[in-house]
T-cell receptor, first 113, second 114 residues
Framework: GENVEQHPSTLSVQEGDSAVIKCTYSDSASNYFPWYKQELGKGPQLIIDIRSNVGEKKDQRIAVTLNKTAKHFSLHITETQPEDSAVYFCAASIRQAGTALIFGKGTTLSVSS | EAGVAQSPRYKIIEKRQSVAFWCNPISGHATLYWYQQILGQGPKLLIQFQNNGVVDDSQLPKDRFSAERLKGVDSTLKIQPAKLEDSAVYLC????????????FGPGTRLTVL
């Protein structure tokens, strides 16, 4: 079945450093790839997304890259801050966009000051 | 704009009891999803509604789980009877509809089955 692999499972960085989280997906029909941030006791919050017709997207300190040939996509956070500490999930659409998402297992990011 | 509302936020029950969760999506959103999130894992889809019709319930354990969205607005997810392995956070999400698929999540209901 469809699968999304996410690495690393935990990531610790110093404030101001960059953080990179990588995901691979199995279904070549997937064409929508969001990233969510989840804080303790809260629901996932969308931070950025990318569609298959785009290779890169940036929003201030956050960027996402997509390599459809290799079926992997990555989240890049620059100039990390303590408030970036949370669990980050990548996801891919099941089959085409407009369908539900399949999620990775999450990355716990810790930013120390 | 109000977000996705869910209630209750927490529920503790004994195994073999029944439980129901309620979700009110963002106003005007046609698509509603229920996900199950077990501790330490990503959310897993249980069921997807488009208005009041089911689009995908392939991962819903239909012997014990049921869901409805009768008027195409709010939705209820029920578990009867509950098992220990049903302990999880149940997340509701909504999206505007076909062609506008960004999903917005509610805060979730944390279920503990003893």
């Amino acid at each position: 079945g469809e699968n999304v692999e996410q690495h690393p499972s935990t990531l610790s960085v110093q404030e101001g450093d960059s953080a990179v989280i990588k995901c691979t997906y199995s279904d070549s029909a997937s064409n929508y790839f969001p990233w969510y941030k989840q804080e303790l006791g809260k629901g996932p919050q969308l931070i950025i997304d990318i569609r298959s017709n785009v290779g890169e997207k940036k929003d201030q300190r956050i960027a996402v890259t997509l390599n459809k040939t290799a079926k992997h996509f990555s989240l890049h956070i620059t100039e990390t801050q303590p408030e970036d500490s949370a669990v980050y999930f990548c996801a891919a659409s099941i089959r085409q966009a407009g369908t539900a998402l399949i999620f990775g297992k999450g990355t716990t990011l810790s930013v120390s000051s | 704009e109000a977000g996705v509302a869910q209630s209750p936020r927490y529920k503790i029950i004994e195994k073999r009891q029944s439980v129901a969760f309620w979700c009110n999506p963002i106003s005007g959103h046609a698509t509603l999803y229920w996900y199950q999130q077990i501790l330490g894992q990503g959310p897993k889809l249980l069921i997807q509604f488009q208005n009041n019709g089911v689009v995908d319930d392939s991962q819903l354990p239909k012997d014990r789980f049921s869901a409805e969205r009768l008027k195409g607005v709010d939705s209820t997810l029920k578990i009867q009877p509950a098992k220990l392995e049903d302990s999880a956070v149940y997340l509701c999400a909504s999206s505007p509809g076909p062609g506008r698929d960004t999903q917005y999540f509610g805060p979730g209901t944390r279920l503990t089955v003893l």
